[in-house]
């Protein structure tokens, strides 16, 4: 009996220093509700996302980096607070699923001529351009974007048709006229005519912030876990871009990894980071920001990992960057090989499409991953499915600790 209960003292103890898949569940639920506005710019998305991030640190006892959790800085937006209106032949569209308001346009209300693109027109003076790639011979995707950025015709906007989920960014511009994609399926092509109600709201000067933490360790150098916390935020209060996968798997990840080092009863070997950055939707500002005003010494920074879309993973896992520290993806891919964590590991070059990337030009050893399997919605108001998501979570979770743990 002694040593059941010594045995079970000792598991229970392993357990609770282990990766929460459901505690991370539970925070992919809460980031994703609708409370969260996609986490944007719209109604305070990032702000409300930020302060939850930063309640679950402290909840946990994890230190900010200095006394506060949050590095404020400013950007410039554009963005669409009110609800809209887009009609064709008295038909009402509804945005996310039939239509989408293309980031950098403009506000516009009334009724216009829809008119289909003819490059040897010269105005199109009052009137909505349909732009459907299907229709014209030789399509030149630049000269018809050049053409819809520049708008020489004086259009009062421009329908794009397309194929497929509508999918979402954001932009820092403002244009002076409206520009919409439809769907094909939801675009009656002989329509003459669109009735709109769009309507933007600039910021010039929106402070936004990162959220930075740390678990101080035994010596005076860093190992660092990134992720962005900020997605596509909400369109006309009914479009809301829950981003499940993008990116907040990566958040649920980094608050479970602080969790688990701080509830560790001796201290990890190097003092582990945590940055949740915001505004990486709008083009890694948050991630440009920190390593041009960084709280800690780059210098001192053993490795970096960004997590970035890590909500899957039956298929493999993809290391950008990896291709840079051929003794570090050694480590990682034995690991991986003794514990069959993951089919495939995919080492990549570098690229400068996440957070990592302005950490590499500071000199920074890092990395960004990213899963790869079933779930494919991305930018899109369908990649909000909490229950099809962390299919490889504690496998991802062991990999990248055991990997901390390896590394002294």
């Avoid at 506000?107 to 216009?112: D, M, T």
């Avoid at 490059?119 to 003076?125: D, H």
């Avoid at 000199?363 to 399997?373: A, D, H, L, R």
Wanted: glycine share 6%; with cysteine.
């Amino acid at each position: 009996m002694k040593n059941y209960i010594l045995f079970l003292g000792i598991f229970i103890s392993t357990i609770s220093f282990s990766q929460d898949k459901e505690y991370a569940k539970l925070c992919l639920t809460k980031l994703t509700s609708n409370e969260f506005k996609g986490r944007g710019f719209v109604g305070n998305g990032d702000k409300i996302a930020a302060k939850f991030i930063a309640s679950e640190l402290k909840k946990h006892k994890i230190s900010p980096i200095q006394k506060s959790y949050f590095q404020d800085f400013n950007i410039a937006i554009n963005t669409y607070p009110y609800k809209s209106s887009v009609l064709i032949n008295n038909k009402k569209l509804v945005v996310g699923k039939d239509y989408l308001i293309v980031p950098l346009s403009g506000s516009l209300l009334g009724n216009f001529n829809l008119v289909y693109f003819d490059s040897t027109v010269s105005n199109y003076e009052n009137k909505i351009v349909i732009i459907d790639k299907k229709r014209l011979q030789n399509y030149d995707n630049q000269k018809i974007r050049k053409f819809k950025l520049l708008n020489p015709a004086k259009a009062k906007g421009f329908v794009e048709i397309v194929d497929g989920n509508l999918l979402q960014v954001q932009s820092q511009k403002e244009a002076n006229f409206v520009w919409l994609q439809i769907k094909r399926e939801s675009f009656d092509s002989l329509a003459t005519s669109i009735n709109i109600d769009v309507k933007n709201k600039y910021y010039d000067n929106y402070k936004t912030q990162n959220v930075c933490a740390i678990v101080k360790g035994e010596v005076d150098s860093f190992v660092v876990f990134s992720a962005h916390y900020d997605h596509l935020g909400a369109v006309a209060k009914e479009a809301v871009f829950a981003g499940a996968n993008d990116n907040g798997s990566g958040v649920v990840m980094l608050l479970d990894l602080a969790k688990y080092y701080s509830q560790k009863k001796e201290k990890p070997h190097y003092s582990i980071v945590f940055l949740f950055f915001s505004a990486e939707e709008v083009g890694l500002l948050g991630s440009a920001y920190f390593t041009e005003n960084t709280l800690i010494d780059l210098k001192k920074v053993k490795f970096l990992f960004n997590l970035d879309m890590v909500g899957s993973g039956e298929t493999g896992i993809a290391i950008v960057n990896g291709k840079s520290y051929p003794k570090e993806m050694n480590v990682l891919k034995e690991i991986n090989t003794k514990n069959n964590y993951f089919k495939n590991l995919k080492i990549r070059e570098n690229s400068t499409n996440s957070d990592h990337y302005y950490f590499t030009e500071k000199g920074v050893s890092s990395v960004f991953v990213y899963t790869e399997g079933n779930y494919k919605e991305y930018h899109s108001i369908y990649d909000n499915n909490v229950e099809a998501l962390l299919t490889r979570y504690n496998e991802l979770f062991n990999l990248l600790t055991q990997f901390v743990e390896k590394i002294k």
